[in-house]
């Protein structure tokens, strides 16, 4: 950079003023704050420096580019071309206004007023493209009706507008825009946790060492009574190598919604994942102690069920578990399928156990629906596997009686149904009258 920022304090205002062009310098709406750098700028009479800003400015797409473009002819105009460029690019131009009778022509013999024009045309396409990179966002420009935070929810139009403008900047492949837009989407879009997993789920594979920061922002500050970002920031840390943190963000997540059932299972099966069965186990048991309620404790129970079968391989403390969650929650028809799951795939079977299972289902308080469809399974249990004729035709006539003849109908093969169907029809059809020759030989 060939301009000098002069004292200290000068050179520390314009860090400052850097600082900000690259945190905000590619928002649409930044022009005021290129403004403001350049009115500074010529406050020094830094010819030099606000050349450099316009030479940046212009390749910007802001909303006031054609402003812009107009201020930077109106200064190259004002001022001494060699205060303005640098010495490589007066004496370029000077070579070029040379060798260019037409140039001087045109500019009516001043040699100077050639050069600043060459100046300024070298920096038309710049502003021309800005000009096509303005047009193709004006569209979601103009639907952003409110860009700062407040607490009042966005309409559905504007997070929708967001969430396509993010899209549309991405397929552009721009990664300094597209970061700013995503800092800028959520400043109007802060409570909303799809852009805040959105923004992390695209500096994963691009920027990871900001992926966390993302996370933290999101859950410490603005979404801290939101559990979903929560448990895919734990999800995240756990899949990065770091379920130590990813243990942390669960733990601090289920003191403030210590009856969160998604926060209970994910911390229970982030244990299993690192082989702590044990406490895995003591997890499940914690959180059937301290459910809020009677379905809450089966949902639990179940889940520590099928645990303890198929990940401990100890199927008679799952039937346990099962049994005393029936004493809690007997209507609960879950819990009895569970159990007759878990009997029904012993091998080989116990007939035994299975009609014990079936037995305490039917007499228990079910609704009439949920025995009815035990009473089928019954059925169909005893014809595949009973020894019995005699238990299979009293359960047959009981589900009957009960029931009625049309209520078991079993299960039909599509094939069945259809032929079925087709024997119906044909016997709707007429049948037809026989030719002359049959009828006389009849």
Same mark, same amino acid.
């Given at each position: 950079?060939?301009?000098?920022?002069?004292?200290? #304090?000068? #050179?520390?205002?314009?860090?400052?003023?850097?600082?900000?062009?690259?945190?905000?310098?590619?928002?649409?709406?930044?022009?005021?704050?290129?403004?403001?750098?350049?009115?500074?700028?010529?406050?020094?009479?830094?010819?030099?420096?606000?050349?450099?800003?316009?030479?940046?400015?212009?390749?910007?797409?802001?909303?006031?580019?054609?402003?812009?473009f107009g201020q930077f002819r109106e200064f190259?105009?004002?001022?001494?071309?060699?205060?303005?460029?640098?010495?490589?690019?007066?004496?370029?131009?000077?070579?070029?206004?040379?060798?260019?009778?037409?140039?001087?022509t045109a500019a009516g013999g001043d040699v100077d007023a050639a050069l600043k024009e060459k100046g300024v045309q070298r920096r038309q396409v710049i502003h021309q493209h800005a000009e096509d990179e303005v047009r193709k966002r004006w569209s979601y420009e103009e639907n952003v009706k409110r860009p700062y935070f407040h607490v009042k929810p966005l309409e559905a139009f504007q997070l929708s507008n967001w969430r396509d403008y993010l899209d549309f900047e991405i397929l552009q492949g721009n990664e300094e825009r597209i970061l700013v837009l995503f800092e800028r989407c959520l400043i109007a879009c802060a409570l909303y946790e799809d852009y805040w997993i959105k923004y992390a789920n695209y500096l994963e594979s691009r920027r990871p060492e900001k992926v966390k920061d993302v996370y933290r922002r999101a859950c410490t500050i603005h979404l801290r009574h939101k559990p979903n970002i929560h448990l895919t920031w734990a999800l995240y840390e756990e899949a990065t190598g770091s379920p130590d943190e990813a243990f942390r963000v669960l733990s601090n997540l289920l003191k403030s919604f210590p009856g969160l059932i998604a926060g209970r299972l994910q911390l229970i099966n982030l244990e299993r994942r690192r082989g702590n069965k044990d406490k895995a186990a003591s997890l499940y048991e914690k959180a059937i102690e301290s459910a809020d309620s009677a379905e809450d404790c089966t949902f639990f129970s179940i889940q520590y069920a099928t645990f303890l079968a198929r990940v401990t391989g100890n199927r008679?403390?799952?039937?346990?578990?099962?049994?005393?969650?029936?004493?809690?929650?007997?209507?609960?028809?879950?819990?009895?399928?569970?159990l007759l799951d878990f009997e029904m795939n012993e091998r080989p079977v116990n007939e035994l156990a299975v009609e014990n299972v079936f037995s305490l289902a039917l007499e228990s308080d079910l609704l009439p629906s949920a025995k009815q469809e035990l009473s089928q399974r019954h059925i169909i249990f005893l014809q595949q596997h009973g020894s019995d004729?005699?238990?299979?035709?009293?359960?047959?006539?009981?589900h009957k009686e009960q029931y009625g003849s049309s209520a078991f109908t079993g299960r039909k093969r599509k094939g069945a149904t259809t032929a079925a169907a087709a024997n119906q029809q044909a016997a709707k059809v007429p049948r037809a009258a026989p030719e002359n020759g049959a009828a006389a030989a009849a």
């Open positions: 950079m060939e301009f000098v920022y002069g004292e200290t #304090c000068v #050179c520390s205002i314009c860090s400052l003023y850097e600082e900000a062009i690259r945190t905000a310098g590619l928002e649409f709406r930044s022009d005021r704050l290129w403004e403001n750098y350049l009115e500074w700028a010529m406050s020094q009479n830094n010819f030099a420096l606000m050349r450099h800003i316009y030479d940046r400015l212009l390749a910007v797409p802001t909303q006031y580019y054609s402003k812009h190259v105009r004002l001022y001494p071309t060699n205060q303005i460029f640098s010495a490589e690019e007066y004496e370029s131009l000077q070579g070029e206004v040379a060798g260019d009778a037409a140039a001087v008679t403390k799952a039937k346990e578990v099962l049994k005393v969650a029936l004493s809690k929650d007997s209507k609960n028809k879950r819990v009895y399928f569970q004729p005699v238990t299979l035709r009293k359960a047959t006539l009981d």
